[in-house]
């Protein structure tokens, strides 16, 4: 039995062109996000020391963005769908969307923080110290019952604070070249605690990590391989070269890694507002995923649908009490965590599809009818994917020599090789 792809795989036809798709991806990796990265970079090392950490942390996540992207336009399918049928099986794809669901949470805690300090920046409180717990709480919240019960001055915020935000980086920079001597930024030393070039690209990688392995999300709506390099590599020129950089030297010129007293300092009320609009807009963005990835991980575990409203304030409330734990001020130990935790993800799936060629077959046989295998064909759980996936995080977190986001992908993708083919033999013997 084979199950039809109408509202699955994305028709040829139908794809979009290569401005399309690069507009939304450029949108999506320049946001405040980016400009807090590169500000904590600047703040912790020399502008060649940061710019050296964010080419090995770009070079990783194109080499992700490409091999999964070219994926997902070649087959018509999203990540999700895609990791089914390169080794994670029924069940361990949708573990994979509970482990995106859990680090998107980590996001709110973070956006929300950056709220709860701007909102005390703008009160100008003597002692913000128990009351950042109060307007967390507040701000956290209040978006959260906003999400679950539909506000339709979410769209506004989105449409207006991405252009806002451009506006005040394109300001707070011409104000920096007006006002210091461009070249000692350059060559300056940090006064921010040091971090390593390995840590740093980690930290870059992590940044980013989860968009990159959910790439076939959005490369499916790609015409070909070629429209899916252009697509990645002017993002990630864009977003990690451009904005990086200018939030690097920004952070040498005012010394400080804090983007809300970098936005009031350099622009003053509208650098703050600037600010969080654009937190409030990824945190919409960033419950919505969440709940959309719990959700599904809830019901294939169960086998019932979940309310969406109270999965909502559940997953805003817990995300909400992440960000009054101080997660703002454990930002690059996250992204790291980040960085080691889901390179193996992709290693796995680029191992499987593009060396193993598991199902390469069955999918092709199956798109140029418009369907998807039968389910019969996939695993419920893939054991090797899920195996490898635990040894690759813990080589991740335990070798300290390398960059440790590139050791977990190369030892879960070995683990998850080798594996595969002693499995075969062992079947072939039988």
């Not at 980690?202 to 076939?216: H, K, L, M, R, W």
């Not at 683990?415 to 062992?426: A, Q, S």
């Amino acid at each position: 039995m084979l199950l039809t792809l109408k509202a699955i795989q994305f028709p040829n036809h139908e794809r979009k062109g290569l401005f399309t798709t690069c507009i939304i991806r450029i949108g999506a990796t320049t946001s405040l996000v980016q400009f807090m990265l590169g500000a904590t970079l600047g703040h912790s090392m020399t502008f060649n020391q940061a710019m050296i950490a964010t080419i090995l942390g770009s070079l990783f996540l194109e080499f992700i963005s490409l091999g999964l992207g070219i994926a997902g336009a070649k087959e018509g399918l999203s990540t999700s769908l895609l990791s089914r049928w390169c080794g994670f099986g029924y069940f361990g794809s949708a573990l994979i969307g509970g482990m995106i669901s859990i680090s998107t949470l980590g996001w709110f805690g973070v956006q929300n923080a950056i709220v709860a300090k701007g909102i005390l920046a703008a009160m100008a409180l003597e002692n913000p110290h128990y009351a950042f717990y109060v307007v967390a709480a507040i701000s956290g919240l209040s978006l959260s019952t906003l999400v679950a019960f539909g506000f339709n001055g979410l769209s506004w915020i989105a449409k207006t604070a991405l252009p806002l935000f451009f506006l005040v980086v394109g300001w707070s920079f011409y104000q920096i070249l007006k006002n210091y001597d461009i070249y000692p930024l350059f060559t300056m030393e940090p006064l921010g605690n040091p971090l390593s070039i390995s840590a740093a690209a980690t930290a870059v990688a992590g940044g980013y990590i989860v968009f990159a392995i959910i790439s076939p999300d959005m490369s499916r709506y790609c015409k070909n391989g070629r429209q899916v390099f252009g697509m990645m590599t002017s993002s990630i020129f864009v977003g990690e070269f451009i904005v990086n950089g200018i939030s690097i030297l920004i952070s040498h010129a005012l010394n400080t890694a804090n983007v809300v007293e970098i936005m009031t300092q350099s622009a003053g009320w509208i650098g703050l507002f600037s600010v969080l609009l654009s937190a409030v807009k990824i945190n919409d963005l960033n419950l919505y995923s969440a709940v959309l990835g719990f959700s599904n991980f809830l019901s294939v575990i169960t086998r019932k649908k979940w309310h969406y409203a109270g999965l909502t304030l559940f997953l805003g409330v817990t995300g909400t009490c992440i960000s009054m734990i101080g997660i703002l001020e454990k930002f690059i130990p996250f992204l790291i965590m980040l960085g080691v935790l889901f390179p193996p993800v992709a290693g796995i799936m680029l191992v499987d599809y593009y060396i193993l060629r598991t199902h390469r077959d069955l999918l092709e046989l199956t798109h140029n009818r418009g369907t998807l295998p039968s389910i019969e064909y996939i695993k419920k759980t893939g054991k090797a994917a899920m195996m490898a996936w635990i040894g690759g995080s813990v080589v991740g977190f335990t070798i300290e020599s390398g960059i440790p986001s590139l050791n977990s992908l190369l030892a879960a993708s070995v683990i998850y090789g080798v594996i595969c083919i002693f499995n075969t033999k062992i079947q072939i013997l039988k």
